[in-house]
């Protein structure tokens, strides 16, 4: 009998979209189970312009004043349309991510394990990204009263 592996806790964030560009489409936070990520989010066409490989698209978060500047990831396709992984920084930790975008790109819905990446072990790393895109409509929805905008649009969570 197989031994199953460890699978990490992993966390909700939902963003819609607010704007769009030629080479972007930006995104604003509407829910998150934790804070850990940014309220503007983009994903971008990967130009070449960067040391990122095997990602046609990017995911960039908006953690300085300038986009430039913001932390870069690259999205990796997995085995389902529309599904990628990628490794984000949480508290300068890499931690594994599986990023749901809609088909017309009016959303984003990010699962992240926090803190956690199988570091040099690309079956163990599969093996999560294939359970939690398994599980994604089987994970508990979580209550919208967790979180809530204020007035000037930044997210508070209870």
């Given amino acids: 009998m197989k031994k199953s592996a ?3 806790d992993y966390y909700l964030l939902s963003y819609n979209k607010e704007s769009e560009r030629k080479t972007y489409v930006q995104f604003k936070i509407i829910f998150a189970e934790k804070k850990l990520l940014t309220n503007l989010i983009r994903i971008e066409k990967n130009n070449g312009y960067n040391k990122i490989k095997d990602a046609q698209r990017l995911l960039r978060i ?3 004043n300038n ?3 913001c932390n870069l990831t690259g999205l990796r396709e997995t085995f389902v349309k529309n599904f990628y992984y990628a490794d984000v920084f949480i508290d300068g930790v890499k931690s594994l991510s599986v990023v749901k975008l809609s088909e017309n790109f009016d959303e ?3 699962r992240i394990c926090r803190k956690f990446y199988p570091e040099n072990n690309p079956h163990y790393r599969a093996e999560i990204v294939k359970h939690i895109i398994s599980n994604w409509y089987d994970a508990p929805k979580p209550k919208t009263t967790n979180t809530q905008l204020d007035e000037v649009g930044q997210l ?3």
Avoid: A, G, M, S
């Fill in 6 to 8: 460890f699978i990490p």
């Fill in 62 to 64: 908006r953690n300085k």
């Fill in 67 to 69: 986009w430039q500047k």
């Fill in 108 to 110: 984003v819905h990010i």
């Fill in 156 to 158: 508070t969570l209870f």
